[in-house]
């Protein structure tokens, strides 16, 4: 049997498409079409339910990628070790996508260890969930950090940590602020303190106000700046309050730069997870970064 006839078969059952698969092999998808069909006349049993959108594995598909997959993984790491056994140019370089401040303070230090082993990185910001699923899917990314937990049967997806989000603002703000009179009346008790966010719709305070206060935002935002470490360095300088979560900010709140306004006894929570495409775990370079990051989660 073709080995480029399985590796494309691998590449589809692991895409859910054939398009996002020729995308990944550098194909076209009539070219991988065509493969697919011959694989299943040598077969004699049809691979995968074709569907509007995208395809899903027969049972004798499931099958065959369970078997093939681990050796063509295999083959291919073999293949990269003899071509450069001394780790160098020809590694394998890891794509990774996410929000620029959790990538920056969190994931890359982490990784950065792999550089010295012969891997190489390249970094993607992107901030929206679907845009940063939709390059895992059509094969722009290796492995994405994401809040949004996605579903179906393309994505696996791994919980890495809960993010911490904490109301504050600089000292002379938080001094107008009694935290028993914020407990007893709310958001109401900070009226008259401007509001710091990454977006115009509040998405950060909004979600602090509902989960904290069971209420909604009545104030506009008065400083809007769509990065993380900004909203961070106006509330510094005094521009209002904001919501931030704890990892970017317990650096400022241990030097008394920013003081926590409320300490809430359930603090909102968010959940980041590490997301790969559906079986690539199996690759060497992927499932060591994978495993990289989990173990240095546990310190965050």
């Keep these: 049997m073709d080995l480029a006839l399985l590796r494309t078969f691998v590449a589809v059952h692991r895409a859910g498409s054939f398009t996002r698969a020729a995308a990944l092999l550098g194909l076209s998808q009539p070219a991988v079409t065509s493969q697919i069909r011959t694989l299943e006349r040598q077969l004699g049993r049809p691979l995968f339910h074709r569907r509007a959108r995208g395809v899903t594995p027969t049972a004798v598909g499931d099958e065959l990628a369970h078997k093939a997959a681990p050796h063509l993984d295999a083959l291919l790491a073999l293949t990269e070790a003899e071509d450069d056994p001394a780790g160098g140019s020809h590694a394998r370089t890891l794509h990774v996508a996410g929000p620029p401040e959790f990538l920056g303070l969190r994931v890359l230090p982490a990784l950065a260890p792999l550089v010295g082993q012969g891997q190489g990185l390249r970094v993607t910001e992107v901030t929206g969930a679907q845009e940063v699923l939709d390059g895992l899917a059509a094969g722009h990314h290796d492995l994405v950090v994401t809040t949004a937990r996605p579903r179906g049967g393309l994505f696996a997806a791994t919980a890495l940590c809960d993010e911490e989000h904490v109301l504050l603002a600089a000292p002379y703000w938080a001094a107008l602020v009694d935290p028993g009179v914020l407990g007893a009346k709310g958001p109401a008790a900070l009226d008259g303190i401007p509001l710091v966010d990454v977006h115009e719709s509040l998405p950060l305070v909004g979600r602090y106000w509902s989960a904290v206060f069971d209420a909604s935002p009545t104030a506009a935002a008065t400083v809007v700046v769509p990065d993380l470490r900004a909203v961070l360095e106006c509330v510094r ?34 959940t980041w997870f590490l997301v790969v495409r559906t079986g690539e775990l199996a690759l060497a370079h992927l499932g060591r970064a994978h495993d990289r990051l989990l173990r240095a989660a546990d310190r965050w």
Excluded: H, K, M, S
């Design 237 to 270: 300088a005094g521009a209002g309050l904001a919501v931030l979560p704890r990892y970017l900010c317990q650096e400022a709140l241990d030097r008394g730069q920013v003081v926590a306004l409320l300490e809430p006894p359930v603090p909102p929570l968010r």
